[in-house]
């Protein structure tokens, strides 16, 4: 499947709630290993040094949930509304009330019916592409949004809890957003929960995916990658070892300790190491302005 690179893509216009993370590496992220990708089989397609497939769940769930609640509405108003009414009254009723349910009946009906439909027409999951070398994401169908593929750095990314409290039993959690309509009723349509894989924290899988998609720093931690590290390194070399795209807090370094002084003859990991502003203020954040 062909998706177009959205080059008018905004910011997410529900974004202003929330505190943007900066694309920074600030903690060395769980290893992805071997046993941690067949451990969870079902929920990588394509895991690489190129691209990294994740498995989303789709909006299905929510599409039974609907039939049902509006399956339940039109069973009132056709059937049941009519019955209650005309026992209450011990005899029947004027046609014109008889003909008020009929028409609430149908109207949900026809809901009801967009729904099951929406239902049996939606996959079970749908996915959300990492795409390293272009330095493209993309993300997942979101309500009647279809997939979106944008420059990584154009992404919006929030730490919090469910509804944006500071806390709840289940946690922060990583938010990636997309514009999507400012109306309250489908805020929960702009945005998407990623990572949650126990002991890894919403900061570890934050720093994993900026590592990741990062193009010019080696491949992140994990046996899982190192099938891959050899040809990682050299397409990074015949391109001159370009400087990371993004900061980090912590080394990043190569595979063996002979590609490492390879690399270090372009580039040094002290050399982008983020400052104190530099790790609470992103780019894509207003820095405070010096006082006077």
Known sequence: MEIDIDKNYNDAKVFKNFKRVPFLITQLPEAKDKEFLAKHIGYYGLFSERLIKESVPSDKASHKIDTH?????????????????????????????????????????????????????????????????????????????????????????????????????SGKKLWFYRDYSSNIVKRHNAYISRGGFYPSTPQQDWSFYVWYMDKNRPLPPGTAFDEFREKDFERRKSEGFPKPLFKSLIPTPEATAEQQLVREAFWRD???????????????RKKPKNKS
């Open 69 to 169: 609640i509006y399956l339940a509405v039109t069973l009132f108003f056709g059937v049941l509304g009519p019955l209650i009414f005309t026992i209450e009254e011990g005899g029947l009723l004027p046609l014109g009330i008889y003909l008020f349910f009929i028409v609430l009946g149908a109207f949900f009906g026809k809901i009801t019916y967009n729904y099951w439909k929406k239902y049996q027409e939606t996959a079970d999951y749908c996915f959300m592409l990492l795409d390293r070398v272009n330095t493209l994401i993309t993300l997942p169908k979101i309500g009647d949004k279809e997939y979106l593929k944008i420059p990584f750095s154009h992404l919006r990314v929030s730490i919090h809890a469910i509804g944006g409290s500071a806390t709840t039993y």
């Open 270 to 284: 002290e050399d982008y190491i983020a400052s104190e502003e530099e790790a609470h203020y992103s780019l894509l």
